[in-house]
T-cell receptor, first 114, second 112 residues
């Protein structure tokens, strides 16, 4: 059974804290993504990575950074958490090559910043 | 105007109804069209995947793509309370681009 796992389902942090969200996939996918999902705004792409140590900004990268040291692991970092970063964070991965490539999602991390 | 437009709903229907969910888009380069289902507090999961125009059927679900109108639909026959979820349309270009563009999602409620 293929899997994308995220380190936490629920997380509560204080303003100004450094926050790490971890994502691991076991499908040997080259491409990994971080999204945030907010009511009325849908899924918004924060960053993606198409290879180890490679990263590209998505639509809303401000306030976030990422790290991909190993193919299976993609981390999202909030350097100094703010209340407007309270959201559902979703990690996803997809294989390169082929046509009908399915993007697999993790279960999400609901982050609350107080 | 967003590249992909999707009515957020909620759409409330009685059990057994035929449901029609729709998205419009503006980018004619999109070639692959997807529907994801997302239950509350879960990640999205792929429901249907089509290429170019035409219909695709899988059980009670039918995906339809009309590229000339830039319009895609998902039909659910004999809807069940277990179909209650948010449905997200997504689409992407061909070639080496694997980044889909998502609609905002439509919340569907099927009541017994």
């Amino acid at each position: 059974d293929v899997k994308v796992t995220q380190s936490s389902r629920y997380l509560v942090k204080r303003t100004g804290e450094k926050v790490f969200l971890e994502c691991v996939q076991d499908m040997d996918h080259e491409n990994m993504f971080w999204y945030r999902q907010d009511p009325g705004l849908g899924l918004r792409l924060i960053y993606f990575s198409y290879d180890v140590k490679m990263k590209e900004k998505g639509d809303i990268p401000e306030g976030y950074s990422v790290s991909r040291e190993k193919k299976e692991r993609f981390s999202l970092i909030l350097e100094s958490a703010s209340t407007n970063q309270t959201s559902m964070y979703l990690c996803a991965s997809i294989l390169s090559g082929g046509s009908y490539n399915e993007q697999f999602f993790g279960p999400g991390t609901r982050l609350t910043v107080l | 105007q967003k590249e992909v437009e999707q009515d957020p709903g909620p759409l409330s229907v009685p059990e057994g109804a035929i449901v029609s969910l729709n998205c419009t888009y503006s980018n004619s380069a999109f070639q692959y069209f997807m529907w994801y289902r997302q239950y509350s507090r879960k990640g999205p999961e792929l429901l249907m995947y089509t290429y170019s125009s035409g219909n695709k059927e899988d059980g009670r679900f039918t995906a339809q793509v009309d590229k000339s109108s830039k319009y895609i639909s998902l039909f659910i026959r004999d809807s069940q309370p277990s179909d209650s979820a948010t449905y997200l349309c997504a689409m992407r270009k061909g070639g080496g681009s694997y980044i889909p563009t998502f609609g905002r999602g439509t919340s569907l409620i099927v009541h017994p």
